[in-house]
């Protein structure tokens, strides 16, 4: 009988323990429940990909040792994923025609809105282009390659314009070029671009300070924040992306309705203009600059993004994902084909025109690439001015010293690349899903690519 109580007090212990742990790390389960959500929404109704691979190859991995907990649900009349970690934590995401998957807290209800999807041939045209250069088909296999199967890079799309001709690409299976994947932080490139948009039609400055209603003050700390620090992440708001699953980031996403009025709310860490900090805030601050200037809402911010970049470019298969206010998710939740944004990085090669018309402001694209204090980043972009010392949200070095020095580019969580080599008039996209903390090889493969330009320009071979 005794020993009967004492199993039972020893089962309640580890019950009341195990209730404990779960109190203390709830927001980490909501994060998780919400990534889910998000992830798995897009999969199925914007990239049209397989969700259970989806979940396989990145959120399971992601998630750890808490992916035996998970389970979600598709409901593709409704359009809709619900998502519960251990039963309890729940998530649900809606998709909306033209918008995309739009996370939905608390009891809060999600405004309509929907945009007629395009059905628009591409002006690549409907075929993978594949080469007939062996040099440059080897490149694309080294951008495939596996050197470690533990560890799979998943590289899901390359795509190569040079000339602005459409030279090389390939595909993972299931993927194509018609195929919007989830871009991550590129999204930042091309809110920098949307930006530079409303500064060519004179709704910004970028050495105005911000106007961001809740910094009206001028006794505020924040008042004297100009865009150009916030797009140069100098702004003095604070690294954002700490190790492990809930930061001001991830917090940011998956826990606050209104990510713009979450991001004005974060104190500085330094004073404006003297410390480069990696800020996702900074983009959700420039998201809502965008909104503001175009109607503030999910449809009408989609419909700016539409008609002045996406549209002009040919970009047909590319959203930006909005909050539950209708501010865009600027600082990284974009789904585009790799074509498409072998089209955006072109823009930044040809000076910000397009098919004749001027896009972004003139120098927009040298701006794009000027060095933000002493680091590797520009406005917006990346670049390889840098390479040695560390990237603190990677551990890993500046730029990608085998390629050439002019070489800048948009780079997003778990290898996702739109490279810009001038001197080599070249774009170079990969993406894919390697969230096992692993190189790409994206640089070597690039590099590779470059030499199979020199070779074929000096042997008169043809490229494709």
């Known amino acids: 009988m005794k020993s009967a109580r004492y199993a039972l007090l020893s089962l309640f212990a580890l019950l009341f323990a195990g209730a404990v742990v779960v109190w203390l790390n709830r927001d980490a389960l909501h994060v998780g429940a919400a990534s889910v959500s998000q992830s798995l929404c897009a999969a199925t109704f914007v990239s049209h990909v397989d969700p259970d691979r989806v979940f396989e190859e990145e959120q399971r991995p992601l998630l750890g040792g808490i992916a035996w907990a998970v389970h979600y649900a598709i409901d593709r009349a409704q359009h809709d ?5 251990l039963g309890v934590f729940h998530a649900h995401s809606i998709y909306r025609d033209g918008v995309g998957c739009t996370l939905v807290l608390g009891d809060d209800s999600l405004p309509a809105a929907t945009l007629g999807e395009q059905a628009v041939p591409d002006g690549f045209g409907p075929n993978i282009v594949t080469p007939t ?8 296999d080294q951008a495939f390659a596996e050197p470690d199967p533990a560890h799979p890079r998943q590289t899901k799309a390359i795509v190569v314009l040079h000339d602005g001709q459409l030279i090389a690409e390939r595909y993972a299976n299931g993927y194509g070029p018609e195929t919007p994947i989830w871009a991550h932080s590129v999204t930042k490139s091309v809110t920098q671009a949307l930006i530079g948009i409303l500064v060519r039609q004179g709704k910004l400055r970028v050495d105005q300070p911000a106007p961001i209603a809740a910094w009206a003050s001028p006794s505020d700390p924040h008042h004297a924040i100009t865009v150009d620090q916030l797009i140069r992440m100098d702004s003095g708001l604070p690294f954002d992306e700490t190790d492990g699953p809930v ?3 991830t917090h940011m996403w998956f826990r606050e309705t209104d990510t713009a009025a979450y991001a ?3 104190p500085l860490a330094h004073a404006p203009g003297t410390t480069w900090a990696y ?6 601050l420039l998201s809502k600059l965008i909104g503001n200037a175009s109607g503030n809402t999910a449809a009408s911010a989609e419909t700016f993004v539409r008609d002045e970049l996406f549209a002009p470019l040919g970009m047909n298969h590319s959203v930006i994902e909005t909050d539950q206010s209708g501010t865009l998710l600027g600082s990284g939740f974009m789904y585009a084909s790799a074509r498409d944004l072998a089209r955006f990085g072109q823009l930044y ?15 927009w ?12 980043y520009g406005a917006g972009f990346w670049t390889n001015l840098v390479n040695q010392g560390s990237v603190p949200v990677w551990d890993a070095p500046w730029g990608i010293p ?10 997003g969580a778990f290898g996702q690349y739109v490279i810009i080599v001038p001197s080599e008039h070249l774009v170079v996209v990969r993406m894919g899903l390697s969230v096992h903390n692993v190189g790409t090889g994206i640089g070597d493969a690039t590099a590779a690519i470059i030499a199979a330009l020199h070779r074929t320009a000096s042997s008169g071979l043809a490229l494709r």
């Open 349 to 363: 090669l040809d000076d910000g025109v397009a098919n004749g018309k001027r896009i972004l402001p003139q120098g």
């Open 81 to 85: 994923v619900h998502s519960r970690v």
């Open 133 to 140: 250069d062996p040099a440059l088909r080897a490149a694309l």
């Open 279 to 284: 800020g996702n805030l900074s983009y959700a």
């Open 365 to 376: 694209a040298a701006y794009a690439h000027s060095q933000t204090l002493d680091t590797g």
């Open 402 to 411: 085998q390629l050439p020095k002019d070489m800048y580019y948009a780079r």
């Open 264 to 266: 004005a709310s974060v």
């Open 247 to 249: 930061n001001l980031a």
